[in-house]
């Protein structure tokens, strides 16, 4: 989670159609109020910006919106930084189908749920078939595009 990026910007840049906004990486900074005084010192024009956040890199969606920030944004990634790579996106998956939401609940507690039940393997011992050996697989059925014109004319009386 060392990659985790924010693009910073504000309404008042928005309302002016300034373009742009200044990139965080968010591994330098320990809280959200650290964060929020470096975005601050980068609009020294405006008393009391309004943050928008234009784009975001490796970090979960739930957790930021483009007119807020996850209160617990840096917790969370703390704690997805403890489960590996390969892991942490069939976690999110697992949250999402489950109805968890990391951007409120407690993220250890449901990581060391998740790893109780899948271990560390998170996908399945068996890879799925490849579509070159999938048993529905016909040339046949991939010839007729090439007569997709004949078979639908509108000639047909």
Request: proline share 4%; with cysteine.
């Amino acid at each position: 989670m060392n990659t985790a990026a924010l693009c910073v910007t504000t309404q008042r840049r928005l309302d002016r159609h300034e373009t742009g906004g200044y990139w965080f990486r968010l591994s330098e900074y320990s809280d959200m109020a650290e964060l929020h005084t470096a975005c601050a010192r980068c609009f020294p024009e405006e008393r009391v910006p309004q943050f928008r956040f234009l784009e975001w890199l490796d970090i979960p969606d739930e957790l930021v919106r483009e007119d807020r920030l996850s209160s617990n944004l840096f917790e969370v990634l703390d704690a997805l930084s403890e489960i590996d790579e390969e892991n942490r996106e069939h976690f999110l998956y697992w949250c999402r189908q489950n109805g968890y939401d990391i951007a409120t609940d407690d993220v250890g507690e449901l990581a060391t749920r998740y790893l109780s039940i899948y271990g560390d393997r998170a996908s399945p011992e068996e890879e799925p078939p490849d579509e070159e050996d999938s048993p529905y697989r016909s040339d046949y059925w991939f010839d007729m595009k090439r007569y997709a014109t004949d078979i639908f004319n509108d000639d047909y009386d």
